[in-house]
């Protein structure tokens, strides 16, 4: 097998998107957790909600993070790697693109930055309707993205591998740190008859 410029540049782009592609299905399982979380605490004032929010919501920035410099790269890459490509379908793909910054650069980054920063200077309120906004974003681009995919089935296989992953991450996670220390005290419900408690 001959190692040309051709095949190179798949391999190249293939590791790309694949790299790129764990970001954003993270992301999407992990914004309707946050969205639970917080709606959670909003109801109950249990502090346990708020805590596992503040943590969740810092490895979801990280991942917002290496989701958008990952896709810059792939971006960047149809350029470089198929400039015949891009010059004849410019037209099509490159509004797409634009929307994409907009939607994703500027409208979640600025969501991202009142889940962030805004808790002491916006009211809970404000700042759980900033997230649901930014999860609906998201959401909204979704049957755009997979209307190409043929069958019903294969999408809620999809959004079912979405939400698994994000699943065993989070079950992984709080493994890990349950082992290295025990639960704080505001996370402890042991007075409550129907809560599991971990000895």
Known sequence: MEFDALLLSRIQF???????IIFPSFTIGLAS????????????????????????????ALSFGMGVVS???MSYQLGTNWSVF???AGPVI????????????????????????????????????VGL?????????????????????VKWLILFGIYALVAVVIWAINARMLKKK??????????????ITID
């Not at 946050?34 to 249990?46: Q, Y």
């Not at 979640?108 to 002491?120: D, I, N, Q, T």
């Open 71 to 73: 896709g810059v790269v």
């Open 94 to 129: 490159g509004p797409l693109f634009a929307f994409e910054v907009l939607a994703a650069f500027f409208l979640e980054a600025s969501f991202l930055g009142v889940m962030l920063f805004g808790w002491k200077k916006v009211a809970w309120g404000a700042s759980y309707a």
């Open 182 to 195: 025990p639960l704080p005290p505001e996370a402890q419900q042991g007075d409550q008859p129907d809560a």
């Open 14 to 20: 293939a590791f790309t998107i694949a790299f790129h």
């Open 86 to 88: 891009s010059a004849v």
């Open 33 to 60: 957790y946050l969205a639970v979380l917080e709606g959670l605490w909003l109801l109950t004032r249990i502090e346990t909600f708020k805590t596992l929010y503040l943590f969740w919501v810092k490895i979801f």
């Open 133 to 153: 906004a930014a999860f609906m974003i998201v959401l909204l681009t979704i049957p755009k993205a997979w209307g190409e995919i043929p069958g019903d089935f």
